[in-house]
């Protein structure tokens, strides 16, 4: 009996906890210098308002926002501002929750062998972009990315509030900042040590074995840590069946449909079985269904898989005035290397396919978040990634408004904070993002923000975008 009660109370310490909301107050002069609305109360007038549920727009809303948190969301002829508020007259203007990026590092690659660790450039850049908060899915640097989160937390760097993920967990022959693991026991120990220093999640990468990998599930859940996977090795399936939390990437890291796929070893045919595979098919159905009957939810990152698709996306100025002259160029030259052979990037139906499997997952009951993972090649900028799989979602099936959901709730939902986070709703913080338009009609509005609330305090994305300029790719 003893025995039980010492258990349940160390489990009450892996339960959720209320987020404490940040004020002006604890933000540094640099901070403050991109926040063009400091005060406490603030009444967002006459907007409407996308709550990020998934249901309709509701026109000519107040939204009250009072010490950090959505004090009241209704009617703007019934919902009258308190008399201190700071009062924001927004007409033609839409209120959003603030984007939870579910895949997004703070390093940077292109395809020249560029990695940089962008601990000033991509903070700012994801907030400016609306993305409130982040999951940094996979670790290079992990002691910088903690560092970072905590400078966040005391107000003295301007970004979202981070989830860290510990280092990439491979197998022998993984290259880079990864950790390779030979053995059950090494799986357990790098675990333990990054969970000990502050790790929330651990991602698996595409060498790793399902012997290393159940034994970090195992060491992890034991811990209170949750565990994703950017797979090859094992199949998903197999990892479903090992005690996986989260699948990244959708079909793109799936090579159980590889008839050439070998136990604990990445086909070298899985580029080939993903043009052949039929997503209508039972494979792909029992895939699916184990995964939602597991609850075990997806990431998608469209984002960052068009980018190897000849003219695509559609090149944007901000995004080459962002990136270092050099970035600049490795990024075009790449590009250009996609339009001029096609067969070196990936096929237009691979990517519809990817859009098909995803939206099937959500259909037979799955839950996907998205984030941008700006890497690969290096077009899917931090936040401008996250802001441009708003339209691919869209384009691969889903409404405007299931894809905002995608991109807020259900995200909150993934990393449990859905209490706190992820909806416009009446007792949650106030992450909040006001775009001139409406992106429930057109998706790329999702760019014209004009504030960024996060804690409460409203942000100048301008300013943000602007600090950034020429940086990405250096710092």
Request: one cysteine or more; proline letters at 6%.
């Amino acid at each position: 009996m003893r025995l039980s009660r010492i258990i349940v109370s160390a489990c009450a310490f892996l339960l959720p906890l209320p987020l404490a909301a940040q004020s002006f107050e604890q933000l540094s002069d640099g901070v403050r210098e991109f926040v063009a609305v400091p005060e406490t109360v603030v009444a967002l007038t006459n907007v409407r308002v996308i709550d990020g549920t998934g249901a309709a727009p509701l026109e000519n809303q107040t939204v009250v926002i009072r010490n950090g948190r959505i004090a009241a969301v209704g009617p703007a002829s019934s919902t009258r501002p308190p008399a201190n508020a700071r009062v924001l007259d927004l007409a033609g203007h839409t209120v959003l929750p603030g984007l939870v990026g579910m895949h997004n590092h703070t390093f940077y690659t292109t395809a020249f062998g560029r990695s940089v660790q962008l601990n000033y450039s991509s903070p700012r850049l994801y907030l400016g972009s609306g993305v409130t908060t982040i999951r940094t899915t996979g670790s290079m640097s992990p002691y910088a990315e903690l560092n970072l989160r905590k400078s966040i937390a005391d107000g003295a760097t301007p970004g979202p509030r981070i989830h860290v993920t510990g280092p990439y967990i491979s197998g022998e022959g993984a290259g880079g900042g990864m950790h390779q693991v030979a053995s059950a026991e090494d799986a357990r120990r790098v675990v333990a040590y990054w969970a000990e220093e502050g790790a929330t999640w651990f991602k698996f990468y595409t060498l790793i074995s399902r012997e290393a990998m159940k034994a970090a599930i195992d060491e992890a859940h034991r811990r209170g840590v949750k565990v994703t996977g950017h797979l090859c090795s094992v199949g998903y399936r197999e990892a479903v069946a090992l005690g996986i939390d989260n699948l990244e990437h959708g079909l793109f890291a799936n090579s159980e449909y590889d008839p050439n796929k070998e136990p604990d070893r990445c086909p070298r045919t899985m580029t080939q079985s993903l043009r052949d595979l039929d997503i209508g098919s039972d494979a792909v159905r029992v895939t699916l269904d184990d995964m939602v009957q597991n609850n075990v939810a997806m990431t998608s990152t469209l984002a960052v898989y068009e980018l190897s698709v000849p003219n695509r996306p559609p090149l944007e100025q901000r995004t080459l005035d962002a990136m270092s002259p050099e970035t600049r160029e490795e990024y075009l030259t790449t590009r250009q290397r996609y339009i001029d052979n096609p067969s070196a990037g990936s096929s237009p139906e691979v990517l519809a396919k990817a859009m098909a499997y995803e939206r099937e997952f959500v259909n037979r009951g799955g839950l996907l978040a998205a984030g941008s993972d700006p890497t690969g090649n290096g077009g899917a900028l931090p936040g401008f990634g996250d802001q441009r799989n708003l339209e691919l979602l869209v384009e691969g099936g889903f409404t405007p408004l299931e894809a905002l959901r995608i991109m807020t709730l259900n995200g909150a939902k993934v990393l449990g904070v859905d209490g706190d986070l992820g909806s416009v709703e009446a007792g949650k913080i106030a992450d909040l993002l006001i775009v001139r338009g409406n992106p429930a009609v057109t998706p790329a509005d999702i760019r014209n923000m004009t504030h960024v609330f996060k804690d409460g305090v409203g942000y100048d994305p301008g300013r943000l975008i602007e600090s950034v300029r020429g940086q990405v790719g250096i710092r």
